[in-house]
């Protein structure tokens, strides 16, 4: 089984705050048969929102239980208000005077915002990237050959302009028939190997 790291984003969870879930008991033998409490954050050193061990102080399986599930670890919920309190002095509270300052429609904007700049992150950070990058490379290269087979004027690979950075974005689409993830990757991520190394390019002579 899977755990899903981005569970808390999907959910709308802040990455800033820290939430109480019911998490499962370790399937082990001696393990009694109960549903604990854990808390439940965003661990921005492993990229994952993640529960920690039962407040009870229990090793519990890895990610929360649906919100509703019942809780009946009775030392878990005796800690409860405990624990409650205890995020409500850390987490300041976010100045809810958000609604005072934007209004509704703008903050609809923002939030679109938000969740179209999480997407498109998580889309051009595939966990394969580094082979996705070689690929991409590869694929400049073939742009290259392509484009000399026709013109007769072989390009500098080191020619990042906004004609050929456009053009390939159009081969890919139209000869190589990308899918629109990784061209939408392919523009923001220019194919560039190595910072720094797109400054000079030799003039094509005609
Ligand atoms: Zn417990």
Excluded at 22 to 30: F, G, T, W
Excluded at 126 to 144: C, F, G, M, Q, V
């Amino acid at each position: 089984m899977t755990v899903d790291v981005h569970l808390g984003d999907e959910q709308g969870l802040d990455r800033s705050r820290r939430y109480l879930r019911p998490v499962a008991r370790l399937q082990l033998p001696d393990e009694p048969d109960l549903v604990h409490l854990a808390v439940y954050e965003w661990l921005p050193q492993f990229e994952a929102w993640a529960t920690g061990p039962a407040i009870c102080g229990r090793s519990t399986t890895q990610g929360p239980l649906p919100e509703g599930t019942l809780v009946n670890c009775n030392q878990c919920a005796a800690r409860r208000p405990e624990y409650e309190g205890h995020f409500a002095a850390l987490v300041p509270r976010q100045p809810d005077a958000a609604p005072a300052v934007y209004d509704a429609a703008t903050l609809a904007v923002l939030h679109a915002m938000e969740k179209a700049a999480e997407k498109h992150l998580d889309a051009i950070r595939p966990h394969n990237t580094k082979r996705s990058y070689a690929n991409d490379w590869a694929l400049w290269e073939e742009l290259h050959d392509w484009l000399a087979e026709r013109t007769g004027q072989p390009l500098p690979l080191t020619a990042f302009t906004k004609g050929t950075l456009v053009g390939f974005v159009v081969w890919l689409d139209t000869i190589k028939l990308a899918a629109p993830n990784s061209i939408d990757r392919r523009i923001t991520e220019s194919p560039s190997p190595r910072a720094g190394s797109v400054s000079k390019y030799p003039k094509s002579s005609p």
